[in-house]
């Protein structure tokens, strides 16, 4: 199961984008990126997922690289509500489905 | 449409007592997980089932921890007899075939 690598901590102005980074160097072809954030006392959320497209929905951006080995998370114009721990989750081949989190990173956005 | 559901929300026993965690998936989603989140760190896996079949257990503690999804719907966590060590939060997740994983807002257990 692939491994990913995210900076334990970051800041963010509010109403600026945040631009969350993760490293999954050994990803596979057939596995997923997926985000989630988790605020205090909450389980958690999910955010977004994507193979090799960026994505986007109504929460955030996902770009990945072209190699795959890399992705970033934008939330576009952050607000002190998304303070909390963000994690990328490579998703297990097929058949195990399985999530392997991370100590992901500590998103703090400051007014 | 109701989320994962969760209970109790929060649980203090004293050490060496049973404590049982209850869990009722998205209506639809057949399998369903449970994690456990230590302070500070990343949930972990510790089961998960498809339907009321348990696929995927080599996590779960055996010798004290044990888990049941009798009707392929809602599930049930026990841990006899629990130990300090214990102290965290369970976490319940459920999706559908195994797509993307919605989680609960757990249990936080408190083993004193």
């Known amino acids: 199961d692939a491994k990913t690598t995210q900076p334990p901590s970051m800041d963010c102005a509010e109403g600026r984008a945040a631009n969350l980074p993760c490293n999954h160097s050994t990803i596979s072809g057939n596995e997923y990126v997926y985000w989630y954030r988790q605020i205090h006392s909450q389980g958690p959320q999910y955010i977004i997922h994507?193979?090799?497209n960026n994505e986007t929905n109504e929460m955030a951006s996902l770009i990945i690289t072209e190699d795959r080995k890399s992705s970033t998370l934008i939330l576009p114009h952050a607000t002190l509500r998304d303070t909390a721990v963000y994690y990328c989750i490579v998703q297990g081949a097929s058949g195990t489905y399985k999530y392997i989190f991370g100590t992901g990173t500590r998103l703090k956005v400051l007014a | 449409e109701a989320g994962v559901v969760q209970s109790p929300r929060y649980k203090i026993i004293e050490k060496k007592q049973p404590v049982a965690f209850w869990c009722n998936p998205i209506?639809?989603?057949?399998?369903l997980y449970w994690y456990l989140q230590n302070l500070g760190q990343g949930p972990e896996l510790l089961i998960r089932y498809e339907n009321e079949e348990a696929v995927d257990d080599s996590q779960l503690p055996k010798d004290r921890f044990s888990a049941e999804r009798l009707k392929g719907v809602d599930s049930t966590l026990k841990i006899q007899p629990a130990e300090l060590g214990d102290s965290a939060v369970y976490l319940c997740?459920?999706?559908?075939?195994?797509?993307?994983?919605?989680f609960g807002p757990g249990t936080r257990l408190t083993v004193l």
């Open positions: 994507g193979l090799k």
């Open positions: 997740a459920s999706s559908f075939q195994g797509a993307t994983q919605y």
């Open positions: 209506s639809g989603h057949n399998t």
